[in-house]
């Protein structure tokens, strides 16, 4: 697949989390692995120059900024700090902190792909039936062209993922791919 350089970024959704919410166990069972895929995708995609921006959950902490939040989910006794450990943001890496379940709700992420020249987004993280879906559903209204690696995107369960995905490629003209299709 060929993709613009220069009009391309890479979203990293809700990856660097705590996973403190009931449930987590079958959310991070799927988000694991998906971390390793994103990590690999995310370090051919740099060696590119296309831009990793994360679009993450502020989880109500409104004094904390992504620094911490990142530390946070670094502890020792956070649940999902292996996926955080894998998809640990980098120094030339940007982020975004949103309030709710879109990327685009309440947050400086229009103006921030706006200054990168931005057209073209590559959707990756958790949950794809939940934060994915409904930052994929605000971009595409914005007219942005989609592409999501089905296998950079976990939920609860296979079958929410599954059901996300195919919104997200019949109502969003989404480009569904695998990550390794992705160059």
Known sequence: MSLDP???ALLLIDVVNDFDFEGHEKLLRHALPAAKRIAA???RLAARGIPAIYVNDNFGQWQR???DQTERCLAPDAKGREVTETLAPGPGDFFVLKPKHSGFYATSLPVLLESLGCRTLIL???AGNICVLYTANDAYMRGYHL???SDCVASESAA????ALDHM???LKARLVTSRAIR
């Open 6 to 8: 220069d009009s391309t």
């Open 41 to 43: 995708l995310k370090r």
């Open 65 to 67: 900024d992504f620094a």
């Open 124 to 126: 990756t993280g958790f």
């Open 147 to 149: 592409i999501v690696p």
């Open 160 to 163: 929410d993922n599954r059901r």
């Open 169 to 171: 490629r019949t109502l």
